[in-house]
């Protein structure tokens, strides 16, 4: 029973246009959650985190949302690049304990140029 | 300078062998990880230590054995290697054991077990 869930295996836009990646989750205890991106050969590589206590966080170009009654969260990027192509995960936890993060299982983003 | 290194990075061996996998850090940390991707790509936490001790052993099959010498280094035994074992290792690390606190992964060893 997995837990969190990435819907779509991937997603292809064009070069500065927007990018929404989509994560559900069944377990209410979450509170923290993260996106993690992964090139081919390497290992994933943290990008933005939210809290539950709130609903939206922004890092330059990527904004993560949080809708806690409808167990989703999304990642956005704007402009995407062509470097933003990449697999996307986002993971879940309860109270940010980093060893107990459950793991969606990606969204292979591409970005056209 | 590679912060979180794994050799090898590729792992091919014959069913019933004994394998190890090497991970090191050099960001100073104090917690280091192991995960296993498999077929279906979801990333799972195996083990976890803690300045050498072991904090998180989740259920994962005694054929499987990590080992700390020292606070850099996590390596991962394998014994009796099955077609199951067929996966991506990921090591990680981070500072210590506080909430929230960021994990740096290891690009991975593939292993496939024939």
């Known amino acids: 029973d997995q837990q969190v869930k990435q819907n779509s295996p991937s997603l292809s836009v064009q070069e500065g246009r927007i990018s929404i990646l989509n994560c559900d989750y069944t377990?209410?205890?979450?509170?923290?959650f993260l996106w993690y991106k992964k090139y081919p050969a390497e290992g994933p590589t943290f990008l933005i985190s939210?809290?539950?206590?709130?609903d939206k966080n922004e890092d330059g170009r990527f904004t993560v949302f949080l809708n806690k009654s409808a167990k989703h969260l999304s990642l956005h990027i704007v402009p995407s690049q062509p470097g933003d192509s990449a697999v996307y995960f986002c993971?879940?936890?309860?109270?940010?304990?980093?060893?107990?993060?459950?793991f969606g299982d990606g969204t292979t983003l591409t970005v056209k140029p | 300078d590679t912060a979180v290194s794994q050799t090898p990075k590729y792992l091919v061996t014959q069913m019933g062998n004994d394998k190890s996998i090497k991970c090191e850090q050099n960001?100073?940390?104090?917690?280091m990880y192991w995960y296993k991707q498999d077929s279906k790509k979801f990333l799972k936490i195996m083990f976890s230590?803690?300045?050498?001790?072991?904090?998180i052993n989740e259920t994962v099959p005694n054929r499987f054995s990590p080992k700390s010498p020292d606070k850099a280094h996590l390596n991962l035994h394998i014994n009796s290697l099955e077609l199951g074992d067929s996966a991506v290792y990921f090591c990680?690390?981070?500072?210590?054991?506080?909430?929230?606190?960021?994990?740096?992964f290891g690009p991975g060893t593939r292993l496939l077990v024939l």
């Open positions: 230590y803690n300045n050498k001790e072991l904090i």
């Open positions: 960001l100073g940390h104090d917690t």
């Open positions: 990680a690390s981070s500072p210590g054991t506080r909430k929230r606190e960021t994990q740096y």
């Open positions: 939210i809290s539950s206590i709130k």
């Open positions: 993971a879940a936890s309860v109270g940010g304990n980093a060893g107990k993060s459950t």
């Open positions: 377990n209410s205890m979450f509170d923290y």
